[in-house]
């Protein structure tokens, strides 16, 4: 990972152009596989019978597990290639759209249970019309799991970035062999909660979680004395507020 910054954010499309590689590296890789999807399951709980939005669906895993759950689900993607993924994953007849969750999106107003916004708001400098979207089309009472970086990973990894501010950081990743410049927008954690109170969200639950105890142990990290904890990502439960 580098610590340049850019006042630049990625364009919707930018996953295009290592989107098969990233998707070969999340199905199996340790922080999407074993960690964030296991994780946002278990803060859902049972949702058979539930309508789910997930924002920013990549090429659809989350949505293939929560199918298997008994959800009817839905997903959109700003990348096309994404989304083309996602339909070889879960069929032609899955409701996926390419759209950005910077703009208004395709949706009737409260017609979702829950959402998802797994590993995509810490892509945008500003979270007001993405939040304000997502709890539009969520029901009264309905719940939005947010995962995003978490916020301690600057003041610990990046020194010279200011915790209290909201800035970006390019950071170099490889996905199955490719390489990929990736820019986040880190903020404070008291910066994400009132976005989230300005969006009309209510927190119900912030969680740390541990890896599933499925986790292959090669992949496990070496440098703790605990490898099936670390600061990663945070996940938050919202409700939208009537």
């Known amino acids: 990972m580098t610590s340049e ?21 999340n199905d199996n890789g340790l922080f ?3 960690y964030a999807r296991p994780a946002v399951l278990e ?10 939005l997930d924002a920013g669906c990549g090429s659809g895993p989350l949505l293939a597990d929560l199918e298997e759950l008994g959800a009817s689900v839905t997903g959109f993607d700003a990348s096309p290639a994404m989304i ?12 996926l759209q390419v759209a950005d969750l910077t703009q208004p999106l395709p949706y009737e107003d409260e017609a979702f249970d829950d959402a998802l916004a797994v590993l995509v708001l810490h892509y945008l400098e500003d979270w007001s ?11 009264p009472g309905g719940r939005l799991v947010v995962v995003v ?24 990743y490889d996905f ?20 989230f109170t300005a969006a009309g969200l209510r927190i119900l639950a912030i969680s740390e979680p541990p890896v599933s105890p499925d986790t292959p142990p ?21 409700e939208a507020i009537s």
Not at 7 to 22: I, V
């Open 43 to 52: 803060l859902l709980g049972d949702v058979a019978g539930r309508r789910i």
């Open 129 to 139: 019309r993405p939040l304000a979207e997502l709890r539009r089309v969520l029901k």
């Open 84 to 95: 083309r993924l996602a339909r070889t994953r879960l069929g032609d007849e899955a409701d």
């Open 149 to 172: 970086n978490h916020p301690v990973i600057p003041p610990v990894m990046y020194p010279e970035v200011d915790y209290f501010a909201t800035v970006p950081h390019e950071e170099e």
């Open 32 to 34: 999407n596989r074993w």
């Open 5 to 25: 910054t850019s006042s630049a954010e990625q364009q919707p499309d930018h996953y295009d152009t290592f989107a098969d590689a990233y998707a070969r590296a």
């Open 176 to 195: 199955d062999g490719v390489s990929a410049t990736l820019t986040i927008w880190y903020r404070s954690l008291s910066a994400m909660s009132e976005s």
């Open 218 to 238: 090669e992949l496990l990290p070496s440098s703790t004395s605990d490898p099936t904890r670390f600061l990663g990502f945070i996940f938050f439960v919202l």
